[in-house]
């Protein structure tokens, strides 16, 4: 099955500053790649995702850069604020009737005034 | 996108009691998901709930410990059954409304403390 890393488990930066996490992949059939936002106490959140025809997206302050021949992609928060402060999660899947996405064991990410 | 409720938001059970967690989806959804998120830890798929069928369990989760009801394509329940103080944890409910596409929603979750 699909097996996903995630680093770092912790990040922390000041505010401003870029925070980059970065996540492997396993299975090369995964097509579907998505970032969850989770704040404290609340639940995962879709925060931007790439599909495996697409090697870069961008969305405001965030972006992420998939390398499938590498089999990792990168979550990329620019100018980073501390309402940016949360745990993400990155998962693989691959689209279709047997989706079963695998998760990352998440970043948290601290982001200091 | 879906809008998706759980009962209750949290709840204190005492060991060796059940407790069935209710999701609600606002539209019909194909797939539907049952998690298990330890404080500080990823999310631990528990099965996926089949509308008329029974649940696919992911291994080391077992039918007569979480039992699932699928009745219908927008409405799920997650039973956790002779509770004991390993199960305190969140339960999460999710949705994937397009397989094709795979974004997936999250309810807000169960909080379960097992005293």
């Known amino acids: 099955g699909e097996n996903v890393e995630q680093h770092p488990s912790t990040l922390s930066v000041q505010e401003g500053d870029s925070a980059v996490i970065k996540c492997t992949y396993s299975d090369s059939a995964s097509n579907y790649f998505p970032w969850y936002k989770q704040e404290l106490g609340k639940r995962p959140q879709l925060i931007i995702d790439?599909?495996?025809?697409?090697g870069e997206k961008k969305d405001q302050r965030i972006a992420v850069t998939l390398n499938k021949t590498a089999k990792h992609f990168s979550l990329h928060i620019t100018e980073t604020q501390p309402e940016d402060s949360a745990v993400y999660f990155c998962a693989a899947s691959k689209t279709g009737g047997s989706y079963i996405p695998t998760f990352g064991r998440g970043t948290s990410l601290i982001v200091h005034p | 996108s879906a809008v998706i409720s759980q009962k209750p938001s949290r709840d204190i059970c005492q060991r060796g009691t059940s407790l069935t967690i209710q999701c609600q989806v606002d539209?019909?959804?194909?797939?539907m998901f049952w998690y298990r998120q330890q404080p500080g830890q990823s999310l631990t798929l528990i099965a996926t709930?089949?509308?008329?069928?029974?649940?696919?369990?992911e291994s080391g989760f077992v039918i007569d410990k979480f039992p699932i009801s699928r009745p219908n394509l927008t409405f799920s329940t997650l039973t956790v059954s002779n509770m004991s103080p390993e199960d305190s944890s969140i339960y999460l409910c999710?949705?994937?409304?397009?397989?094709?596409?795979?974004?997936?929603?999250f309810g807000p979750g169960t909080r379960l403390t097992v005293t």
């Open positions: 539209s019909q959804v194909t797939m």
């Open positions: 790439i599909r495996s025809n697409v």
């Open positions: 999710s949705v994937v409304p397009g397989p094709l596409l795979g974004e997936q929603y």
């Open positions: 709930a089949n509308q008329g069928s029974e649940a696919t369990y």
